[in-house]
């Protein structure tokens, strides 16, 4: 059973545009939203987190909306740059320190 | 502050063997936790030790094992090896787990022939 559902699999988006990734997750245990960056050959590294109390949050280029009673939360990525080429993963824990991780969007930022 | 070390960074080995692979957390983290990852089933939690004990296992086989030493650094054993373990096996550490931001390694490559 797929507990968080991550879309879409690849984005393509032009440098300076908004990057939109979407997650859905089934089990309202869940309390804490984490997403994360990995680039080839590197282990996923931790870009901004939520928790369900909070509808939105912002750290410089990257926003996540967290929408509870739909049980959906999202990542977009403002002025997308070449850089930002990478896979970005979203994930839900539980209490306790187990991660259900999303199937991973996989984004390209054309220069 | 030092990463997550994972050592070695790559493997082969053959069906039927067994194998050890390390992680040193983050200085003063005592959560360690093991994840594989693999095109087909994406990234799967295997377990999470705190504090030397084993406090959480994800849906793995009984090969899969591991362990945690007093200095939290972390050992995970694999063994009868099949061809389906053939993955990037990572360690994340936190602080304490539960609360805290998990931070991986760059993971073990694990090829098995």
């Known amino acids: 059973q797929q507990q968080v559902k991550q879309s879409p699999q690849s984005l393509i988006v032009q440098k300076g545009g908004i990057s939109i990734i979407n997650c859905a997750y089934e089990?309202?245990?869940?309390?804490?939203f984490p997403w994360y960056q990995q680039f080839p050959g590197k282990g996923p590294a931790l870009l901004i987190a939520i928790r369900p109390d909070v509808s939105e949050k912002k750290e410089g280029r990257f926003t996540i909306s967290f929408n509870k009673s739909a049980k959906q939360f999202s990542l977009h990525i403002m002025d997308s740059q070449p850089g930002d080429s990478a896979t970005y993963f979203c994930a839900a824990r539980k209490p306790g320190n187990m991660l259900t991780f999303g199937g991973g969007t996989r984004l390209m930022v054309k220069p | 502050k030092a990463g997550v070390t994972q050592t070695p960074r790559y493997l082969i080995k053959t069906r039927g063997q067994q194998v050890t692979l390390s992680c040193s957390p983050i200085?003063?983290?005592?959560?360690v936790s093991w994840y594989q990852q693999t095109p087909g089933q994406g990234l799967q939690f295997l377990f999470e030790y705190f504090s030397e004990t084993q406090r959480n296992k994800g849906n793995f086989p009984g090969r899969f094992s591991g362990r945690q030493f007093s200095n939290s650094r972390s050992e995970m054993n694999v063994s009868t090896l099949e061809l389906g373990d053939s993955a990037l096996y990572l360690c994340?550490?936190?602080?304490?787990?539960?609360?805290?931001?998990?931070?991986f390694g760059n993971g073990t490559r694990l090829t098995v022939t």
């Open positions: 089990n309202t245990a869940f309390d804490y």
């Open positions: 200085s003063g983290h005592r959560s």
């Open positions: 994340a550490s936190s602080l304490e787990g539960g609360n805290s931001p998990l931070h």
